[in-house]
C-alpha cells in the first residue's frame, strides 16, 4: 500500500532552519509529484510547495525564497529544506501525493520568537 513517512520536524528559534523529508514507498515514485501542506492550530491546511516529477517547484508567496523543495528518486524521498523561520510557520507539516488522497501522518515544527 501506499505510504508517506515525514520525519525532521522539531523545536527551533526564529532565524533557525529545518530540513523536513517525506519518505514514500508503494508508488511509482519518480512519476509522481508531491506536495507539501501544512495546518496550524484552529487554522485551515494549506499548500506550502509542490514539487513535480520532473523537479519542477511551486511555493506559497509566504515561504517563497526561504523554502526549498528537492527530490531524491533513488531514495524515493522529497526534501523540503526551510531557512529563515518564523514563528508564523508554526504548524503541523503533512506531505501528499499530489492530487491524490495519499498523505503522510505530519511533523510538528514549532518557531518560538
Known amino acids: 500500500q501506499v505510504q508517506l513517512v515525514e520525519s525532521g520536524?522539531?523545536?527551533v528559534q526564529a532565524g533557525g532552519s529545518l530540513r523536513l523529508?517525506?519518505?514514500?514507498s508503494?508508488?511509482?515514485?519518480?512519476?509522481?509529484g508531491i506536495s507539501w501542506y501544512r495546518q496550524a492550530p484552529g487554522k485551515q491546511r494549506e499548500l506550502v510547495a509542490t514539487i513535480?516529477?520532473?523537479?519542477?517547484?511551486?511555493y506559497a508567496d509566504?515561504?517563497?525564497?526561504?523554502?526549498?523543495?528537492?527530490r531524491d528518486n533513488a531514495k524515493t524521498t522529497v526534501y523540503l529544506q526551510m531557512n529563515s523561520l518564523?514563528?508564523?510557520d508554526t504548524a503541523v507539516y503533512y506531505c501528499r501525493v499530489r492530487?491524490?488522497?495519499?498523505?503522510?501522518?505530519?511533523?510538528?515544527?514549532?518557531?518560538?520568537?
Do not use: D, H, M
Not at 99 to 113: D, K, L
Open 9 to 11: 520536524g522539531g523545536a
Open 21 to 24: 523529508s517525506c519518505a514514500a
Open 26 to 32: 508503494g508508488i511509482i515514485f519518480s512519476f509522481n
Open 52 to 58: 513535480t516529477s520532473s523537479g519542477s517547484t511551486n
Open 62 to 70: 509566504s515561504v517563497k525564497g526561504r523554502f526549498t523543495l528537492s
Open 86 to 88: 518564523k514563528p508564523e
Open 99 to 113: 492530487n491524490s488522497v495519499y498523505w503522510g501522518q505530519g511533523t510538528q515544527v514549532t518557531v518560538s520568537s
